[in-house]
């Protein structure tokens, strides 16, 4: 495992996270919910959905470096407009995870609380812009281990700061902020990943 790479997916994925449905989520869930079962809940389905974008990476690994470099840049580029732009509003997204779990009681089960955080988090993130770039990493760097650790870590971390303390991040760190650091990391992983095509 490539420590070098499991950074960059960790400081790719972990800013495009904080702004996005699964800090609310996990957010809203841990106010309703015991907090632990929530994370637990929450790292399960980033589990699954990791697992499923690095496997999906791995088959485009077969594909010939250039277009596999050249897709992943455009990806990349694709994902810093995409996140710079975004006009998702933390209240309305905090409206939409209480209406997905309004039927259930207030005071659940442990495992009920699990279970409906994970899926909550794995309807929400099926396809979502991190996934993605979860596979195209794992396309890219041929380093299934270190993508996934680096894509695991900032998920986790960013459920754990919505489960932790989430109200009080958002009120501290501007979420505009937050979505222009995000845009800037994908615009300089895009054009590296660009120059590497260039140059296979």
């Keep these: 495992m490539n420590p070098l790479i499991a950074l960059t997916v960790f400081a790719a994925i ?3 996270e904080l702004p996005d449905k699964t800090f609310v989520a996990t957010l809203v869930l841990s106010t309703r919910f015991p907090p632990l079962p929530v994370w ?11 697992a499923v974008a690095v496997a999906a990476g791995g088959a485009l690994s077969l594909l010939p470096r ?9 990806l990349l580029a694709i994902g ?6 975004a006009q998702d509003d933390p209240a309305k997204e905090e409206q939409e ?8 009681s207030d005071r659940p089960t442990a495992l009920r609380a699990g279970m409906t955080t994970f899926a909550v988090l794995f ?3 099926w396809g979502d812009l991190t996934q993605l770039l979860t596979a195209a990493f794992a396309a890219k760097y041929h380093d ?3 993508v996934s650790v680096g894509a695991l870590a900032a998920l986790w971390g960013v459920a754990a700061l919505g489960v932790l303390g989430g109200r009080t991040l958002l009120r501290v760190v501007p979420v505009v902020w937050v979505r222009r650091i995000a845009a800037a990391v994908f615009g300089v992983l895009a054009v590296v990943t660009a120059v590497e095509a260039a140059r296979a």
């Design 14 to 16: 972990f800013p495009a």
């Design 40 to 50: 637990i809940g929450a790292a399960a389905a980033f589990v699954v959905q990791t």
């Design 66 to 74: 250039q277009p596999v470099h050249a897709a992943t840049a455009a």
């Design 80 to 85: 810093a407009v995409v996140v710079l732009l």
């Design 97 to 104: 995870v209480e209406a997905e779990i309004a039927e259930v």
């Design 123 to 125: 309807i929400a993130e």
């Design 144 to 146: 299934p281990v270190a």
